[in-house]
Nanobody, 122 residues
């Protein structure tokens, strides 16, 4: 599975941004998808994930109520909608995929994209 993120950029505090992740392969619908992020000088952290069916989602506490994840299996694409952004959201955001559920504090997903930069200015 190859993952390509898009939609990153510079946004002001309180603004919104939507990231997209296009996946290759005919079995996209069988993979759980998730987003991780890494801020400068920090570890890579779990942000949000969705099961292959879209029936379950998992959120980091820091993004609950602000970020949502969705997927379109017909388009092999997963989306991350980010609202009410603040400077602490500044990071490189990575799209991930795994045959198993991607959960907070779980094992690292199998597949990773190259990342897209999100910068929130104050």
């Amino acid at each position: 599975v190859q993952l390509v993120e898009s939609g990153g950029g510079l946004v002001q505090v309180g603004g919104s941004l939507r990231l997209s992740c296009a996946a290759s392969g005919r079995t996209f619908g069988r993979y759980a998808m998730g987003w991780f992020r890494q801020a400068p000088g920090k570890d890579r952290d779990f942000v949000i994930s969705i099961t292959w069916s879209g029936g379950d989602t998992y959120y980091a506490d820091s993004v609950k109520g602000r970020f949502t994840i969705s997927r379109d299996n017909a388009k092999n694409t997963v989306y991350l909608q980010m609202n009410s952004l603040n400077p602490e959201d500044t990071a490189v955001y990575y799209c991930t995929a795994d045959p198993n559920r991607i959960v907070p504090r779980g094992p690292a997903p199998t597949y990773w994209g190259q990342g897209t930069q999100v910068t929130v200015s104050s």
